[in-house]
């Protein structure tokens, strides 16, 4: 069975992501980093549609529970060939309110997470000429947002990442996407009034906001054969807001 590891997969888009994935026949590697309940429940969620996961904690920006986590993954479902690098925070503020710790903090796992988890990833689908990655950006990488500047400077990082590796992969029969989402329902936007939520939904071309499995099921499409010819790609679920 190919195995998939979904980065932050314990809640929102990576939940979703995870329980497609498994619909296609993956064991499904479920990342966390506190909340092994959620982790538990995503899985429980994929065994009971008959599939195989495993929850596996890592705080993303740390190299070394990084390493840890692969091992465990090696050794608890065999090697990676789906790699989704979904695990994400946001901030909201003025940069200059900012602190130095608190802007490191917010890239690291935003923006070096991903490169530390990829890079970690990417030797044994290297080996076996074979291997998907997708990476999650957010459509304020690639418009901008006021409040937002570092977590919007991240998603564009993101977005240059995927388009650089899948130059440097490509000739190596490996595929890197990047998947864009708009406003989307999950804890992430916990703190928006039900007013902000509905001048959103006003805004939207198609009048709603996403849910995690309008981005769950993009990944899944990317994943599989079905985009075969994709790689360096941004595609966007957004409703249509940008
Ligand atoms: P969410 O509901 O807040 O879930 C975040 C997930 O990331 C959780 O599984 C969390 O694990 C995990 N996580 C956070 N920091 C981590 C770390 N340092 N190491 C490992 N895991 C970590 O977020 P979401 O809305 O689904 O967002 C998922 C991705 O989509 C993010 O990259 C986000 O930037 C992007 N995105 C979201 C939206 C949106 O509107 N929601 C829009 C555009 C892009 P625990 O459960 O253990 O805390």
């Given at each position: 069975?190919?195995?998939?590891?979904?980065?932050?997969?314990?809640?929102?888009?990576?939940?979703?992501?995870?329980?497609?994935?498994?619909?296609?026949?993956?064991?499904?590697?479920?990342?966390?980093?506190?909340?092994?309940?959620?982790?538990?429940?995503?899985?429980?969620?994929?065994?009971?549609?008959?599939?195989v996961?495993?929850?596996?904690?890592?705080?993303?920006?740390?190299?070394?529970?990084?390493?840890?986590?692969?091992?465990?993954?090696?050794?608890?479902?065999?090697?990676?060939?789906?790699?989704?690098?979904?695990?994400?925070?946001?901030?909201?503020?003025?940069?200059?309110?900012?602190?130095?710790?608190?802007?490191?903090?917010?890239?690291?796992?935003?923006?070096?997470?991903?490169?530390?988890?990829?890079?970690?990833?990417?030797?044994?689908?290297?080996?076996?000429?074979d291997?998907?990655?997708?990476?999650?950006?957010?459509?304020?990488?690639?418009?901008?947002?006021s409040?937002?500047?570092?977590?919007?400077?991240?998603?564009?990082g993101?977005?240059?990442?995927?388009?650089?590796?899948?130059?440097?992969?490509?000739?190596?029969?490996?595929?890197?996407?990047?998947?864009?989402?708009?406003?989307?329902?999950?804890d992430?936007?916990?703190?928006?009034?039900?007013?902000?939520?509905?001048?959103?939904?006003?805004?939207?071309?198609?009048?709603?906001?996403?849910?995690?499995?309008?981005?769950?099921?993009?990944?899944?499409?990317?994943?599989?054969?079905?985009?075969?010819?994709?790689?360096?790609q941004?595609?966007?679920?957004n409703?249509?807001?940008?």
């Amino acid at each position: 069975m190919k195995v998939a590891l979904v980065t932050g997969g314990s809640r929102g888009i990576g939940a979703a992501a995870a329980v497609e994935l498994a619909r296609l026949g993956y064991a499904v590697a479920v990342n966390y980093k506190s909340n092994s309940e959620a982790a538990e429940s995503v899985c429980n969620e994929i065994r009971s549609l008959g599939g195989v996961a495993e929850a596996f904690q890592a705080d993303i920006s740390d190299s070394r529970a990084l390493d840890r986590m692969f091992s465990e993954i090696h050794s608890g479902l065999g090697e990676i060939s789906v790699l989704v690098n979904n695990a994400g925070v946001a901030y909201i503020g003025l940069l200059q309110d900012m602190s130095d710790n608190e802007i490191k903090s917010l890239s690291d796992v935003n923006l070096m997470g991903a490169m530390l988890v990829t890079r970690r990833a990417v030797p044994d689908m290297l080996r076996r000429h074979d291997g998907v990655i997708i990476n999650i950006a957010s459509m304020w990488g690639e418009v901008g947002a006021s409040c937002e500047v570092v977590y919007s400077a991240c998603k564009a990082g993101i977005i240059g990442f995927t388009k650089a590796f899948s130059k440097e992969l490509g000739p190596s029969g490996i595929r890197v996407n990047c998947v864009s989402p708009g406003v989307i329902d999950t804890d992430m936007n916990s703190e928006l009034t039900d007013e902000t939520i509905s001048e959103l939904c006003e805004e939207t071309p198609l009048l709603r906001i996403g849910t995690p499995s309008d981005v769950g099921k993009t990944i899944a499409f990317l994943a599989s054969d079905e985009a075969s010819f994709i790689t360096g790609q941004v595609i966007s679920v957004n409703g249509g807001i940008i």
